[in-house]
């Protein structure tokens, strides 16, 4: 499989994945907003957020029971049927036809018996398949274990920010009650000075929830390329015999040739202050009723 085919196979692998387990979907559904999910997986989510909104893009779903999506799932069922008949065929020595017995440790690749006495492994050192799968597992398992790491770590994350961001929404409300009732006490003279003190905490909270948002879909980015890995590294180590060492060097590079991505940043520091805000409030008012005295006014007018 050439690289062209490898990016093909990967885009088909990310369009046929549920965005909440990163998974193939499997009895998918479709919302309202067309975004599909796994049906026990967006139950999960609905359940745990006791909202019924799209996990992507915050929509209210029409259907508390969302429809089937019928046509991805045979999409899905025949995708996963023909990978595992691809995987399912035992290959032969491409030079000599003949089975493939054992692993070099010079080239790192299964050969056959007449390849062994060939000039070209020559001098060679071989091992016997079996054993030559159980060591590169091993290897292929001790490599995935930071991976796992930080997918584990980036998932925590991410819950995290998405909790903060609805926290700073529920904050920005509460707020936005407490300011209202401020003014309007003092009546249409605090009018226009409330009209400020609510657009400036609405945007503090667009903004701090759109940082939010983006922070989690970013992680949702590395979340699916460490899932992808993941899930084809194990579809790898799922193989035997020789059908997995010829694939070994592919999921080995696969691991090594992009580097671990940074540890996310922690997601507290980023709620609104509302204490502080309302002590802000306070101060101004104080500062406006010793302006109403100077000035002969009165708040009750």
């Known amino acids: 499989m050439d690289v062209q085919q490898r990016k093909m196979s990967s885009q088909s692998v990310k369009d046929l994945s549920c965005p909440i387990c990163f998974d193939i979907f499997r009895d998918p559904v479709v919302l309202s907003c067309s975004h599909s999910f796994c049906k026990d997986c967006l139950q999960r989510w609905w359940q745990e957020r006791r909202k019924d909104i799209c996990p992507l893009c915050r929509e209210t779903s029409l259907f508390r029971r969302p429809l089937r999506n019928l046509a991805l799932r045979n999409v899905c069922e025949t995708f996963t049927l023909e990978r595992k008949q691809k995987a399912s065929a035992e290959p032969l020595c491409g030079l000599h036809s003949e089975r493939l017995k054992l692993f070099c440790l010079d080239h790192q690749e299964p050969v056959c018996l007449v390849c062994r006495d060939s000039k070209l492994h020559s001098d060679h050192s071989f091992r016997p398949i079996d054993e030559a799968v159980q060591d590169h597992k091993q290897d292929l398992l001790t490599s995935l274990k930071p991976l796992k790491k930080k997918l584990s770590l980036f998932k925590h994350t991410k819950g995290k920010f998405e909790d ?91 691991i090594q040739q992009n580097p671990l991505p ?32 100077k000035t002969n006014l009165k708040l009750t007018e």
């Open 262 to 293: 940074d540890d996310p940043p922690p997601a507290a520091g980023n709620k609104t202050s509302e204490q502080n805000l309302f002590c802000t409030l306070i101060y101004m008012l104080s500062e406006i009723i010793n302006k109403i005295k």
């Open 164 to 254: 903060t961001a609805e926290h700073i929404g529920v904050q920005a409300k509460r707020t936005e009650r407490r300011i209202m009732e401020a003014f309007e006490r003092l009546h249409r003279f605090l009018r226009e000075e409330e009209e400020v003190r609510i657009a400036a905490l609405r945007e503090e909270e667009r903004k701090k929830r759109k940082a939010m948002r983006e922070k989690a879909e970013a992680l949702s980015r590395e979340i699916l390329y460490l899932s992808d890995t993941i899930r084809a590294t194990e579809e790898e180590l799922r193989g035997a015999g020789v059908s997995f060492l010829q694939k070994y060097k592919a999921a080995r590079k696969r």
